[in-house]
Every structure is written in C-alpha cells, then in structure tokens.
C-alpha cells in the first residue's frame, strides 16, 4: 500500500524534497523547492510539532508554493522553498540550538539551493544560530548578526496598505478610522499590525491562543484579548488572519460576520472551493501570498539590494497597493475569485522567467 508521505513526494508538482531525520532530537528537517524558475529557492524555517511526518511534508510542500507565488509577485529574483522542522514537543534550548546548527549544515551542504529567514517558530536570533553554520545562506539575523532583524513589522505594513486598497474598494475610501479589524494572532506580524491599526484610529479585537501573547498585547498596547474561536463570529468590517493556515475552511466561512478578510497568514483557504465559499458570502478576499510579502522583500531588499528601513516601508506599500488593486480589478474583469485572479498575475510573471524581477535588476547578488 502506498504511503500517504509516498502520494505527497510522487505526486507533487514542485521541483524536490530534501527529508532528513535528525536522530539526537527524533526532529525531521523536510525542505521543499518548489519552483527556481526565478531564482534560487527562499523561504522561512517553520518550527513546530506536527502530528505525523506527511503533515509536516504537506506543509512544507503547500508553503514552498506560496513562495513562489509570493516573489512572483513581489518582482523578486527568488524561487519558492520553505523549511519545516517537525520537532517533538518540550524540546530543550540546548538540544534546539544543536538542531538549529545541524540543519545550517544542511543549508550549507546544499550550496545555495535553498535559503532561508524566519517563520512561525522561530525569531531572528535562532537565524542567528542557523548562520553559524548555514552562512551565508540565511536572511533575517539580528542586527548586531549582520541581518535586518524581525521581518515581521515589515510584513505588517504591508497587511495594513492591502486594507486600505480593501476599504477603499468596499467603502470608497482607503482611510481605517473607525473600520473595526478583528486580529486572529498577536504574534510577530499580529502584535504590530495591531499598533499600526491603533495609530490609525481603528477600532481593533484580537485572540491568540497563546496566553504569553495575551499578555504581552495587553502590556505594550491595553488590549484584552477575546476568546480564539469568536473571531469568526464577531460582526467586523475586516477580519485579519495572522497565525496558522487553513483557517477558511467549510466549518468557519459561513460564521464569519466580516466584510473581507486580509491578513498575513500564510495559506489562509484550506483549499480552492474556499475562495469560491468566501466570494458567494460577497466576502472580499485579498489574497494571503499578495498582502503578505512585506517579510520577504524587507528581509531581502535590506540584506541583498541595499535598500533602507524607509525605503523598504515605502516599497512595500506601493507594492501591496499596487498589484492588490490590478487584482481586484481583474478579480472584477474575468469575474473569478480573487484567489484565480492573483494567480494569473503570478502565473504571468513566471512565464515571463527572470528578467521581469525589476526589484533585482542591478541588485548585488546574495
Ligand atoms: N516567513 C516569511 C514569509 O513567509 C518571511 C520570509 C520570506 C522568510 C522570505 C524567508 C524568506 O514571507
């Protein structure tokens, strides 16, 4: 009988999958490639138990082609890849970092193939340890590392410019004053998309299944947080996934009570039939991989191409502003969901190959 860790490696579309099971940890290090159509692959290390090894496959596998779509359309030189480090749970720090330094030797060992930054589970100084031996094909160290730091404000700027073009297409007007946004995930990207929102006068709600996270939102910004299943039942104008996958899915699109949904969760609709749910409630759906690259192009315009803090803001912006509108307007246009829409922008760019990377052109090479 074939295997379902068989079915996902046979069948898939993308280009390879590098599984290797670190014995000191009873850790698997799965990296998926899968596309170099536009450049070596990139994509975060996402660190976190799984429940078998073809779940953590299968992520790997879903998120390395978000990646790809993602660089598409942010015009970078990069292809898709991700790392998923399924590790047993209560790992200790000290057998963590060893992991960490391990599976640098991998990146090492595969030459450039792949490179890497942070993801759900980990911060910018594991990318510190992954570098003393995966350099120099890490993003996202600490600053005194040589690095940009946490990608996650960046990526936040950009969740917050898709909102704009959001409102500015269900209201008329992009200003989020007095929108409610419901946040699911006070973490990296979460924490300070939510005190980009409070500075705009929105009027915000978040949940996070972490206690510690609660915390630390309630500390730095006053918020209480609301219990992590009502924010899909919660009447707001803009729901904002910024934790887990699959969280639009048959059971809690018809409980959602929002008028669209942008966020920074990477793989947000459980599958395709979801985009097709969500467009039927006369939900607006702002693709994730779309209002979601402000990480990648901050990690690696400041690390490859030069660009300042400011400047990386600023491009991140005009970036979401722009290809998020083309989308909604071709979304309009072809009369698909938005999802299909973003595809065929991306699709576009990868059958162009390379030379349509204009973020790259010029750029040093990493
Ligand atoms: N993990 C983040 C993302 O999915 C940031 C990242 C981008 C990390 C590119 C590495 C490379 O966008």
Redesign the pocket.
Same mark, same amino acid.
């Given at each position: 009988m074939t295997s379902r860790v068989e079915t996902l490696l046979g069948r898939w579309d993308g280009e390879e999958v590098i599984v290797r099971h670190d014995q000191l940890t009873n850790a698997w290090i799965v990296i998926a490639i899968h596309s170099t159509r536009l450049g070596p692959a &990139? #994509?975060?290390t996402r660190m976190k138990p799984y429940e078998s090894l073809a779940d953590a496959v299968e992520d790997a596998q879903r998120l390395a082609e978000g990646?790809t779509y993602?660089f598409a359309i942010a015009d970078l030189p990069r292809g898709g890849g991700k790392a998923v480090l399924a590790v047993p749970q209560g790992l200790r720090e000290r057998e963590r970092a060893d992991l960490l330094r391990r599976y640098g030797a991998l990146i090492a060992q595969l030459g450039g193939l792949y490179q %890497? #930054?942070?993801?759900v589970g980990t911060s910018a100084v594991d990318m510190d340890v992954i570098a003393e031996t995966g350099a120099p094909y890490v993003? #996202?160290r600490t600053p005194d590392h040589g690095g940009s730091g946490d990608?996650g404000p960046a %990526?936040a700027v950009g969740v917050l410019a898709g909102m704009r073009v959001t409102c500015e297409r269900l209201f008329g007007q992009g200003a989020l004053a007095g929108r409610s946004v419901v946040v699911q995930g006070a973490g990296s990207v979460g924490l300070p998309l939510l005190r980009l929102l409070l500075e705009e006068g929105a009027d915000v709600a978040f949940a996070d299944a972490a206690p510690e996270a609660c915390e630390r939102a309630h500390a730095e910004l006053g918020l209480r947080a609301i219990a992590p299943e009502e924010v899909y039942d919660r009447a707001c104008d803009i729901f904002a996934p910024c934790a887990l996958g699959g969280i639009l899915n048959e059971r809690t699109i018809p409980r959602l009570r929002c008028r669209a949904v942008v966020g920074s969760a990477?793989n947000q609709l459980a599958s395709e039939g979801d985009a097709v749910r969500l467009r039927d409630r006369g939900i607006l759906y702002a693709p994730d991989y779309v209002v979601?690259c402000g #990480? &990648?192009m901050a990690?690696l315009g400041r690390e490859t191409l030069g660009w300042s803090h400011e400047e990386a803001d600023a491009r991140i912006a005009a970036t979401v502003r722009a290809t998020l509108a083309q989308i909604y307007a071709l979304a309009d246009a072809e009369d698909v969901p938005t999802d299909e829409a973003a595809r065929i922008v991306a699709d576009a760019r990868l059958e162009r190959g390379p030379a349509s990377a204009s973020a790259g052109r010029g750029g040093a090479a990493m």
């Open positions: &990139a #994509g975060g990646m993602k %890497t #930054g942070p993801d993003f #996202g990608s %990526t990477n979601n #990480g &990648a990690l």
